[in-house]
């Protein structure tokens, strides 16, 4: 069982990265994919959230309206779009695997597997 994030980079403020999540190891379709970010000195957030079934997507506040999460099952690879990007969005991001139940998406504690996390860094 494997996650691969990919995408992060440097951007200034106002921009957008597309982060990939490549899964390999078990199937897309019976699981839900969690983003988070851990800023600089900080805990780790959930920002957003696919679920399995369906695709109901799940955003935190401080990203909805700016980040877009999308599932392609054939490609067994889960993607972030992130646009408008802010300084505070800077940090690790890691995509995660589990089953959470729709109020708890976002607690880090109801995921099985993580990926290595990538690097976003926007400056002002």
């Known amino acids: 069982v494997q996650l691969q994030a990919s995408g992060g980079g440097l951007v200034q403020a106002g921009g957008l990265l597309r982060l990939s999540c490549a899964l390999s190891g078990f199937r897309l379709v019976d699981y839900g994919i969690g983003w988070f970010s851990q800023p600089p000195g900080k805990e780790r957030e959930g920002l957003s959230y696919i679920r399995r079934s369906a695709g109901s997507t799940y955003y935190a506040d401080s990203v909805k309206g700016r980040f877009t999460v999308s599932r392609d099952n054939a490609e067994n690879t889960v993607y972030l779009q992130m646009n408008s990007l802010k300084p505070e969005d800077t940090g690790i991001y890691y995509c995660?695997?589990?089953?959470?139940?729709?109020?708890?998406?976002?607690?880090?504690?109801?995921?099985?597997?993580w990926g290595q996390g990538t690097q976003v860094t926007v400056s002002s």
């Open positions: 995660a695997v589990g089953r959470p139940v729709a109020g708890a998406w976002f607690r880090s504690s109801r995921y099985y597997y």
